[in-house]
């Protein structure tokens, strides 16, 4: 049976031409979502923290991979219930530093995404990405 609906899909034309694209569109999905020159990691989950927290912190690590001199220029939270702490100098090639979220958790109940997007200098932007539920 599976040796049958090989040979279907290999003979029809449009069949190959959807999984060769359908392949392709993953992969690249993989690749473009993992890599940032800035940041090693780009998305952190929370697990599950215990209502009445009123506010949590998450730090993310900068690394200036690139050959040139970095300076975040801008950020934007995707809510009002973010701040977000982060290197006003300019990071020298090689050199590392820490953006810090601070997180309100006042009225939150439930699963919660939230995202920073950062602006910087020789880079394109970067989108940081928290996640966890409040219980």
């Known amino acids: 049976m599976m040796q049958e609906l090989c040979i279907l899909i290999l003979s029809n034309y449009n069949m ?52 040139k001199v970095i300076s975040i220029t801008n950020v934007h ?14 990071i020298k090639r090689h050199d590392s530093g820490k953006i810090k979220v601070t997180i309100s958790l006042n009225n939150q109940h439930g699963f919660f995404k939230k995202s920073v997007l950062i602006y910087a200098t020789n880079t394109k932007p970067t989108i940081l990405k928290i996640t966890g539920k409040v219980l």
């Not at 090693?40 to 900068?62: L, S, Y």
């Not at 939270?77 to 300019?90: E, F, L, Q, R």
């Open 77 to 90: 939270a995707s809510c009002g219930c973010m701040n977000v702490d982060y290197p006003k100098h300019p």
């Open 16 to 67: 190959r031409k959807y999984l060769i694209l359908s392949l392709l569109t993953f992969t690249l999905s993989l690749t473009a979502k993992s890599y940032s020159p800035l940041f090693p990691i780009t998305a952190k989950n929370m697990g599950t923290i215990k209502k009445g927290t009123e506010q949590i912190t998450v730090e993310f690590d900068i690394m200036n991979n690139t050959d």
